[in-house]
């Protein structure tokens, strides 16, 4: 028999038009952990979706024990003994854990669910992973979010599969539920499972996997053996990227502070934020998931209470209680979530981008005219792709939402744009339009700040970074200081500084 | 055709949104098959039967539409709509019923309608109570008041002036003429499609109902808006109550709009309008009025058992739903 148990061949996946995965190959054995690395967005996700049936592929094979398959659903893929744990947690809230864990396969006896027989197998799997303080009987509501992830793992353990896809598994966990689950990991490659192990953490990858193949921009960019190579070499080749040449030449800033905030408060998400932003400034926030930037700058705004905190604009205190306030004082805020919180997707292009500024087009009705206008000026302006202005946003491409959600942001005629992600999940033609209009906009003494935790992103543009950890800023960081190592060891609190 | 303007037309039809160009179909080709069925069907004198009998509920539809736009539903219209009636008719026997009289409860009757809008409005935006919920409460609440004004029995007015609101008609030419109800519901229809199709608010409407979440990164005050939508509602209620109580000359405080909502929703629905908020137009909820309208006739005309006419509405709105499910 051989080793190889699955193999991908050829792959590739576009998503309404954009090609996101190029002709991708990989491989997995019996008994080795497969890593798979890359930047956000280089399509690691969407490959392991492929693989454990969430997404079909637009073209390319799949075989496993050198047969072909179709692993036209979930359902299918574990039938063929394909398990994926997700990054995103997948667990029902309302549900105890031992029902998430048996949630698709619940043992029965006769008609009736055996619930004792579940309760125990809970508990046995629970014990495995060193969860013994997790009650099989609790709600997974009332769990933390570590908690969960470990349920989520117990219900995959649980599965008994033979290929397993890890995506993100410790990006929820603590040092001590990261050493169990490595321990697992090395047992479950004992008795000879295939483990994938998706993650953008090196030292990780060096220390669990034995091979690794590197994602970048959809492509394979290589496979390496763990042994022979060096996480700066892995740091490379997921970078790559010609990063001069993506990123246009970084603005010179006034001297004049255009904001200042001085310590803003949300209770349990952002702690004694301050700073100020100047006028030509390009400012990034970096930092971890749930490190607080989105809610602080939701705060800024006003589309989220504060506790305390004071702004003041050009020097002169102002009052921000809803985004109406921000929106008269040309502070503009472009969210994370463009689908949930940037467009409404039932609408078309024109009515998007006017929908934050219709007091603009009034007359005593709508004057429809004048916003086709201006719509038709922003599509030149961002090179809008659609088949026409009155076509509903959910049919455009990520990249296309994303500029129909900065032309919103423009309609408010800002001075401060404050962008949250505003490259994610889109194609890197469309990144660099971005980028290129980010930096024109600071020119003429308007100023941008920068969320992203794409640390690319942030070091290529921003003037100076600011680095968010539990609700605080750990560091400021200005010219040479600003690498992706400085921001990581910030990020993860190993380095601290008194800000 | 010159080019520019063929491609166009072309267009147009491209973009025409097919959930609400299928009421249109289904209303042309329903009015053909009746007419065949029944040639009586197509008489001047019943048609406007049927466009009188379907204002009433049709004008309360109008305004469920801005709600149901809105991602809201709101149940307590048939009661509400005894209510103002029963109140109205109290106000004018109260003043003499003389045409001040009748004028004091208009005002009356208009001012409630839009106050108790808001009131639901508030305990659904401020109290974050489902629509559903919040409706089916107002519903009980109102409808067990005017039992309790009338003893369960009926409000008849002394007014001898009333009933020519209601029952009015205009004629035009000698054996055909316009009843009041029927120009009342039109022109609050050119209204209430002005007001969704071309201001702010309407615009407002269809964002919260497709993405709450977007539209308060609009910075659109949401709570406000729903808010108004059930004030709209609540205002249609009052015309439809103004035109059935004073057509009555009475209100029955156990049978008056009994069944309204389930048919305002039918309208709407079978026009094209999502359930789910956020897609819908006013024309249609016309169209719906009037296809609900035609079937009742038909049936009737027909000689179909009435037991039975419920099971075809029935059909008619489980289908329209499936059409759009189909669709999106």
Redesign the interface.
Known sequence: MSKTILRAKKINKDFAGVQVLFDISISGERGQVHGLIGENGAGKSTLMKIIAGFLQPSSGRILIDNKPVNLKDPAMAKRMGITMIHQELNLVEDLKVYENIFLGKEIKQGMLLNKRNMIHRSKEILKELGEEEIDPLEDVRNLSVAKKQMVEIARAISENSRILIMDEPTSALTDYETEILFKLIKELKQKGVCIFYVSHRLKEVKEICDVVTVLRDGRVIGEYDVSNVSEVELANAMVGREIKNMYPQKPIPKDEVIIEVKNLNVPGLVKDVSFQLKKGEILGFAGLVGAGRTEMAEALVGLRKKASGEIFLNGEHVYINNYEDAKQLGISYLPEDRKQNGLVLDMNIVNNITLISLEKYMKLLIDKKKEMEKAKEYREKFDIRCRDLFQEVRYLSGGNQQKVVLSKCLEVEPQILILDEPTRGIDINTKYQIYQFIANFVKNGKSCIVISSELQEIIGLCNRVLVMREGKIVAELMGKEINEEEIILYATGIKEEVY | MPLESKRRFI?YFK?FNYEKLGSLIALAALFIISGIANPIFFRPLNIMNILRQISYVGTIALGMTFVIISGGIDLSVGSLMALLGGIMIIVINQFGGNVLAILIAMVVGAGLSVVLGFGTGLLITKGKIAPFIATLGTMAIYRSLVLYFANGGEYRSISSIYPKIGGGKIPLGESFFIPTPVIIFFVYAIICH?ILD???FG??V??IG??E?????????VDRVKTMTYMIVGFSVFLTSLMLSSRMNSVSSTSAGLGFELDAIAAVVIGGTSMKG??GWIWGTVFGAIILGIINNMLNLLNVSPYLQGAVKGLVIIGAVLIQRKRS
């Open positions: 267009d973009n002005i071309k201001t702010r615009r407002y269809y964002a497709s993405n979440s977007a539209a308060i990164y609009s910075a659109i005050k956020g897609r």
